[in-house]
């Protein structure tokens, strides 16, 4: 299985944000969402083989951490509104407490975010995106359960960064330019894509 | 210069979609929209020395073409719906006939398709996108003028693709799995960063 835990250092754990502005009205939950899309979708399809989390550390009552599994996951679409709409409904949902509750086929909740996010990995290899770090081109990858650390436009905050570090993963790169959270998915999913082709 | 040229088989040239539904009201101009964010946008800016050309071959006066030029355009965000709303604008704008009237800072649009786009292009290597094509990891690529033409959810029909065969265009493929216009576009503004990085 192939996991992508993306974190949102502002995004907003409230469904009350606009989806007329949202870019500007849910702590850049846009960022996530485009992550999402490039985490799990490819052409006419979803990655069955694929979880991602989406970590919210903003808004009224943080953390709280979204997570999506290919395998059972419905109405997952790429345009950005219909993801949003979809968040915001699974935020106005009453849930039972505790790790990750289900909401719909799929998509769980859980009022909790990196730490529980962790206690919920099954066992991996985990790598974290850094801009300067080694390329990925030459980073051993496990092919079958690597666990991709990704931040939004602000990068990681010292907590996170400190947490992701202490579960020992390996810092990797995907080039020269700085890029959009998604686009290093896209990049990091694509060089894991071809070698596991290769095997 | 790097160029990518998007083709929408369906996309509207009519400002006359839904902002609330761009992916069902617009001929799916939601995926140019994604190709152009991938084209164009990198963390915190815009690539200035790219130039992407949004061809439109559905709705009620096709084709269209729109023109964004990364060294003068403004205002060009990552959010979906802020790239269909200045689209909207664009179509919706009375211009001078002709190939290529300047509605906006960097923004340029035809009543035109592809030959409108050719007789436009400086000089440069044309290669096209095709799944099942020789790996663009292979692939010599031109770092200063690689022109890159990219279909859209639809693919090419039969007279695109003849069209863009004429140029000469070297077909060049992302990798083992079958992804969106966006996510190639990423792959290979990657490879291409990467290979222009070590010169």
Do not use: C, W
């Not at 808004?59 to 993801?83: H, M, S």
């Amino acid at each position: 299985m192939r996991r992508f835990v993306i974190i949102g250092q502002k995004a907003t754990t409230s469904p009350d944000f606009l989806l007329e502005d949202l870019a500007g009205t849910s702590g850049r939950l846009d960022v996530l969402v485009r992550a999402l899309r490039a985490a799990m979708l490819v052409s006419h399809g979803v990655r069955r083989d694929t979880v991602a989390y989406l970590v919210l550390l903003g808004g009224p009552r943080p953390p709280k951490t979204i997570r999506f599994d290919g395998a059972t996951v419905r109405f997952l679409r790429p345009e950005e509104r219909n993801v949003a709409t979809l968040i915001k409904k699974v935020l106005a949902r009453t849930y039972e407490g505790g790790p990750f509750a289900r909401v719909r086929d799929g998509i769980a909740v859980a009022d909790g975010g990196l730490e529980t996010v962790v206690a919920d990995l099954a066992p991996g290899t985990p790598y974290v995106l850094e801009e300067g770090a080694p390329d990925v081109r030459g980073v051993e990858l496990d092919l079958e359960n690597a666990i991709f650390f990704a931040g939004d436009h602000l990068g990681f905050n010292a907590e996170t960064r400190a947490a992701i570090a202490s579960l020992g993963a390996t810092p990797i790169s995907i080039g020269p330019v700085s890029l959009h959270a998604e686009d290093a998915i896209t990049i990091v999913s694509n060089e894991t894509d071809r070698r596991a082709a290769l095997v």
